[in-house]
């Protein structure tokens, strides 16, 4: 959802997860805090959400900056599985996508992980529902990690074919350690897909600009030039 769809109570849909990272005077919602949309009036354009304190409060979504929408989805985990963050925490002092392992399930539902660092953090999935399995993560989320090996899957159907480039290439096959293997659905298609270059060009050029200043000016202009730049070096 973008910025411009989250102006818009239509856009949103109900059991939407609301997170807040600007403190509202107008609606009285907090930094850091919660909510889950339970209707929403798409005319007047208002939402009305359930706080965590258990308080409904109805808003325009247009005087509410700093929102981030999720979807809920239902995920089992067990002891062993490789998990990831997908969003930050100040409390637990993780990182968005930081990555670890789930060491232990208490029956209350609270989850221990050991995390890629070394660290070991506890935490609820009610209070912290942003964990997702780390089984396989998108080429931008891997960027700065390392694996022993590496599978990258590559569609050269992908409708977003601006995705598919040089960039991407260097990123996912530079995370592995030891190994790493490309699927793909054509293979005579891969190397044209991932030779894509979006580097850009820097819009101004010193040489060429020089040139055609040069052009322009003939040797009278030359010494005018030279005169007034000992002038400048000389104060």
């Known amino acids: 959802m973008t910025g411009a769809d989250r102006s ?5 849909q109900i059991d939407d997860i609301l997170h807040y990272s600007r403190v509202s005077k107008e609606t009285g919602i907090g930094t850091s805090e919660y909510a889950q949309v339970i209707a929403l009036h798409s005319q007047e354009n208002r939402l009305i959400v359930l706080r965590g304190n258990r308080e409904q409060t109805t808003y325009n979504p247009r005087r509410q900056m700093g929102v981030t929408v999720y979807r809920a989805r239902e995920k089992a985990f067990a002891v062993g ?10 409390e637990l002092k993780v990182a968005n996508r930081e990555l670890g ?19 070991s953090v506890e935490f609820t999935a009610q ?3 942003h964990l997702d399995h780390d089984y396989a993560v998108t080429s931008h989320s891997s960027q700065g990690q390392t694996a022993e090996r590496v599978l990258i899957h590559v569609d050269t ?19 592995g350690q030891w190994d790493a293997q490309i699927l793909t659905n054509d293979r ?3 190397s044209q897909a ?11 050029q010193p040489e060429q600009a020089i040139l055609g200043v040069q052009q322009k000016i003939g040797p009278s202009s030359e010494r005018v030039l ?3 730049i000992g002038y400048g070096l000389g104060l």
């Not at 599985?81 to 100040?90: G, I, L, S, W």
């Not at 232990?104 to 050991?114: E, F, H, R, T, Y």
């Not at 991932?194 to 819009?203: G, I, R």
Request: proline residues 4%; charged residues 25%.
């Open 8 to 12: 818009w109570a239509q856009r949103y």
């Open 157 to 175: 159907e992908l409708g977003a074919k601006d995705l598919l480039n040089r960039r991407l290439a260097y990123v996912s096959v530079s995370r």
């Open 81 to 90: 599985d490789r998990v990831q963050f997908t969003a930050p925490n100040r």
């Open 188 to 190: 005579e298609k891969l």
């Open 194 to 204: 991932l030779s894509h270059d979006v580097s850009h060009n820097s819009a101004y």
């Open 226 to 228: 030279e005169r007034s």
């Open 127 to 129: 209070s912290f529902p």
């Open 101 to 119: 392992s789930i060491d232990n399930i208490a029956p209350s539902g609270s989850m221990q992980l050991k995390l890629d660092c070394g660290r």
